[in-house]
């Protein structure tokens, strides 16, 4: 197996290193103490050391801090690309070209309206419904409206799903946003960027025109790059694990959506603007810090760097969230603290995205949604990775049965 050691507890994969080099664990199996026996298998929980994949689409490197999309890096597409375009580049695997790229945006604006059914369905929920609720389960009811989606080894369904769940999760987002405050639905409008076009049905009111702040229109785009896709993460693994019974891109994203939801993952910026509220002093600072840690980063999360500059911006216009001061205080004093710094536990992506967020007008229960519109891109990629993968099948994790050995069922009389 090759790779560098960087730290005593950490590994960086040296992507040059051949890919044979890698020991499938299967052959373990060879490995038997008698020839009936099963044969040698890893133990792995939250799959802590095991690859269930060969991937092209992400590099991380958690030691150095270093994210890239398809080999470009992080910052170089935050300051000169914009989501729409990264979405094309993480899904097709090369930067459009002029030509590619206006046929990919207007094949993008085509399909951005929902079925008027899917808004009665949305109407069904309650004022308070959770908008990360509403969202995974219309990402689900579409495999009822497009069952052309089954043909998921039909490379022009696959293209068309594509371009539906890239142009729909902003409307679905928008409609379950302004559900939630009882406005009614605003439709897209064609003449915008996409991100001007979700602030567009996300917040217009009367005026004819919605007028995009370009500032805002710019922070939302870098924040939708940012979270594009992040490798093997517990969503895009729920999102290929799904997948991988062949079932409909529909049902297997209502499923990826579902783990991204969850407050040890996406669902952190909510948590950690919850926590920021609720701290108020020091001695109300929780043990584990909403925001802080990450499985693979053991260093500065590169994306909360461009975040927080970002977040400057932003307030520029906004004005400053007084939350600012108690992030960056805790900040502060969680990088100097012995205990975050033996665990190399630094701020990641979302301890200052919810800020953000928050100065743009949304409700903390929309902070998941936001992360899941541009994730929708990374889920796709990583789901039809996988679908063409000749080395991939259902997945099927085996177990350590530690349970009761075999005994005799007793009558309910003869219970103790
Ligand atoms: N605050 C305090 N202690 C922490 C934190 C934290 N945020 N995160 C990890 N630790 C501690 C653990 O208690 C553990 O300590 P121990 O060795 O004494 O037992 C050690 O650091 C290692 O942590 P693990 O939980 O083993 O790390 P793991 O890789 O399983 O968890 C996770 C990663 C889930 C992100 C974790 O750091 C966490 O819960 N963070 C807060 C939630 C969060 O911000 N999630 C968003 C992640 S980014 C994303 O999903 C987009």
Same mark, same amino acid.
């Given at each position: 197996?090759?790779?560098?050691?960087?730290? /005593?507890?950490?590994?960086?994969?040296?992507?040059? &290193?051949?890919?044979?080099?890698?020991? %499938?664990?299967?052959?373990? #199996?060879?490995?038997?103490? /008698?020839?009936?026996?099963?044969?040698?298998?890893?133990?792995?929980?939250?799959?802590?050391?095991? $690859?269930?994949?060969?991937?092209?689409?992400?590099?991380?490197?958690?030691?150095?801090?270093?994210?890239?999309?398809?080999?470009?890096?992080?910052?170089?597409?935050?300051? /000169?690309?914009?989501?729409? !375009?990264?979405?094309?580049?993480?899904?097709?695997? !090369?930067?459009?070209?002029?030509?590619?790229?206006?046929?990919?945006?207007?094949?993008?604006?085509?399909?951005?309206?929902?079925?008027?059914?899917?808004?009665?369905?949305?109407?069904?929920?309650?004022?308070?419904?959770?908008?990360?609720?509403?969202?995974?389960?219309?990402?689900? @009811?579409?495999?009822?409206?497009?069952?052309?989606?089954?043909?998921?080894?039909?490379?022009?369904?696959?293209?068309?799903?594509?371009?539906?769940?890239? &142009?729909?999760?902003?409307?679905?987002?928008?409609?379950?946003?302004?559900?939630?405050?009882?406005? %009614?639905?605003?439709?897209?409008?064609?003449?915008?960027?996409?991100?001007?076009?979700?602030?567009?049905?996300?917040? #217009?009111?009367?005026?004819?025109?919605?007028?995009?702040?370009?500032?805002?229109?710019? &922070?939302?785009?870098?924040?939708?790059?940012?979270? &594009?896709?992040?490798?093997?993460?517990? /969503?895009?693994?729920?999102?290929?694990? +799904?997948?991988?019974?062949?079932?409909?891109?529909?049902? @297997?994203?209502?499923? $990826?959506?579902?783990?991204?939801?969850?407050?040890?993952?996406?669902?952190?910026?909510?948590?950690?603007?919850?926590?920021?509220?609720?701290?108020?002093? +020091?001695?109300?600072?929780?043990?584990?810090?909403?925001?802080?840690?990450?499985?693979?980063? #053991?260093?500065?999360? %590169?994306? $909360?760097?461009?975040?927080?500059?970002?977040?400057?911006?932003?307030?520029?216009?906004?004005?400053?969230?007084?939350?600012?001061?108690?992030?960056? !205080?805790? !900040?502060?004093?969680?990088?100097?603290?012995?205990?975050?710094?033996?665990?190399?536990?630094?701020?990641?992506?979302?301890?200052?995205?919810?800020? +953000?967020?928050? @100065?743009?007008?949304?409700?903390?229960?929309?902070?998941?949604?936001?992360?899941?519109?541009?994730?929708?891109?990374?889920?796709?990629?990583?789901?039809?990775?996988?679908?063409?993968?000749?080395?991939?099948?259902?997945?099927?994790?085996?177990?350590?049965?530690?349970? #009761?050995?075999?005994?005799?069922?007793?009558?309910?009389?003869?219970?103790?």
């Amino acid at each position: 197996m090759t790779r560098t050691e960087t730290s /005593s507890d950490s590994v960086s994969i040296d992507r040059n &290193a051949p890919i044979t080099a890698w020991t %499938p664990t299967l052959d373990l #199996k060879q490995i038997k103490t /008698s020839p009936d026996d099963f044969g040698l298998m890893t133990y792995d929980p939250a799959f802590m050391n095991t $690859a269930s994949c060969r991937s092209t689409i992400t590099y991380i490197d958690g030691d150095k801090g270093i994210l890239e999309y398809r080999g470009y890096p992080i910052e170089q597409l935050a300051e /000169s690309s914009n989501y729409l !375009e990264t979405a094309y580049l993480i899904i097709f695997g !090369e930067l459009p070209t002029k030509t590619q790229l206006a046929n990919w945006s207007s094949d993008i604006t085509a399909h951005c309206l929902l079925h008027e059914n899917i808004k009665k369905l949305m109407d069904g929920y309650q004022y308070d419904a959770h908008p990360m609720g509403v969202f995974l389960s219309t990402v689900g @009811a579409f495999s009822t409206f497009y069952p052309d989606a089954k043909q998921i080894f039909d490379e022009q369904s696959r293209k068309k799903q594509v371009h539906r769940l890239i &142009a729909k999760v902003p409307t679905i987002a928008a409609y379950a946003f302004r559900h939630s405050i009882g406005r %009614p639905y605003v439709y897209p409008d064609d003449d915008l960027s996409f991100t001007g076009n979700f602030l567009n049905m996300l917040f #217009k009111r009367t005026e004819l025109k919605y007028k995009v702040n370009p500032v805002l229109e710019k &922070a939302l785009d870098v924040l939708f790059i940012l979270h &594009a896709d992040h490798e093997q993460n517990c /969503s895009t693994s729920a999102m290929r694990t +799904i997948g991988s019974s062949h079932v409909d891109p529909y049902s @297997a994203m209502a499923g $990826a959506a579902a783990a991204l939801y969850g407050p040890l993952h996406g669902g952190a910026n909510e948590a950690v603007l919850r926590m920021l509220q609720e701290i108020g002093t +020091i001695d109300n600072i929780p043990a584990r810090l909403m925001g802080f840690g990450h499985r693979v980063y #053991k260093s500065y999360d %590169p994306r $909360a760097k461009i975040i927080k500059k970002t977040a400057d911006a932003v307030f520029d216009v906004t004005g400053k969230n007084p939350l600012l001061d108690i992030a960056l !205080e805790l !900040e502060r004093i969680a990088l100097e603290d012995d205990y975050f710094i033996s665990r190399k536990l630094y701020p990641n992506v979302d301890f200052y995205s919810g800020l +953000i967020y928050q @100065a743009m007008g949304f409700p903390v229960t929309m902070f998941p949604v936001l992360f899941a519109i541009p994730r929708t891109s990374g889920w796709i990629a990583q789901w039809e990775e996988m679908l063409l993968d000749p080395d991939q099948k259902i997945t099927r994790p085996r177990q350590v049965y530690v349970g #009761k050995k075999r005994r005799d069922y007793l009558p309910l009389n003869k219970r103790g």
